[in-house]
């Protein structure tokens, strides 16, 4: 699947973009029934709740799962990824952020290469994260919300906003953006488009969502009865790799082999 110029328009100009129905529902079913055995492993790469033993997040899927090491090169996710960085990609990292009915937890205001650069040592904002619903999400099961246009300034140059260290906000410490970023940024995107100052990333299973590494994002805690898990890759340059590695392997993969179709996918 090739992105047509209007998609590759709309990401450059929003920072991000949505694929409606990627996916069918028999291909999100055979991903979502390996959730729960996935979840019920006691690992560090499954990351709980604060308050709960919910799982927040679970990590490295692609390494644990066959299903998942089928979606992460499936062409539907790597073509779009190689025409934006056409160039050797390795993945970063995999995962599920699970969202449970009802459940208080958020993601604060970040934009990813605040955590890339600082924790992982990556010099330039050139990661993609990639999404693909394994539920349907609306307004009210914790949508991801954006900042149209809030991953570049004025002159186009991407931005690495100002970040702090957040680890008290949720299980898992994230270098989060202040409010007066976030407001500077809101008023921006308001200017360009009034009533579009944020958007949310909703859509039926299946759907895919592609994102730049300095666009602006955070997502509500869930206050329906219904869950909502997505799945998530972000891939990087291997000429940007990480220079730092501290981390484990489940948080930023340091195998540098390139997704398989790069040469086709171009
Ligand atoms: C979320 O799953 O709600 C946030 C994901 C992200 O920050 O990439
Ligand atoms: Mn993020």
Not at 102 to 113: P, Y
Not at 141 to 157: E, L, M, Q, R, Y
Not at 249 to 257: E, F, G, R, S, V
Request: hydrophobic residues 40%; glycine residues 4%; negative net charge.
């Amino acid at each position: 699947m090739h992105l047509n110029q209007h998609q590759l328009d709309t990401i450059h100009r929003d920072g991000f973009l949505l694929l409606p129905s990627l996916f069918s529902n028999s291909e999100i079913d055979r991903l979502s029934e390996r959730l729960p055995a996935l979840w019920s492993e006691r690992c560090q790469a499954n990351i709980l709740e604060k308050d709960s033993d919910t799982v927040r997040m679970t990590l490295a899927l692609h390494k644990r799962d066959k299903r998942f090491a089928e979606l992460v090169v499936d062409p539907r996710l790597v073509t779009p990824a190689q025409q934006l960085r056409p160039e050797p990609l390795y993945i970063q990292q995999t995962k599920v952020n699970n969202k449970a009915p009802n459940s208080k937890d958020i993601w604060q205001w970040h934009h990813d290469f605040g955590n890339h650069r600082i924790n992982d040592g990556i010099a330039r904002p050139l990661a993609l994260n990639i999404h693909v619903f394994l539920d349907d999400v609306d307004h009210f099961n914790g949508p991801i919300c954006f900042i149209p246009g809030s991953h570049v300034a004025k002159d186009d140059t991407l931005i690495d906003h100002n970040v702090f260290y957040d680890d008290q906000t949720s299980s898992f410490a994230v270098w989060a953006v202040d409010d007066d970023v976030v407001k500077h940024r809101l008023l921006a995107a308001e200017k360009r488009q009034a009533g579009r100052s944020i958007v949310a990333a909703t859509g039926v299973r299946g759907s895919a969502l592609i994102f730049f590494d300095t666009t602006l994002h955070c997502s509500p805690a869930n206050i329906s009865l219904n869950k909502r898990s997505i799945f998530s890759m972000i891939v990087n340059p291997v000429s940007n790799k990480y220079t730092i590695d501290t981390r484990p392997d489940h948080l930023h993969h340091k195998d540098l082999t390139p997704l398989p179709n790069y040469a086709v996918a171009v």
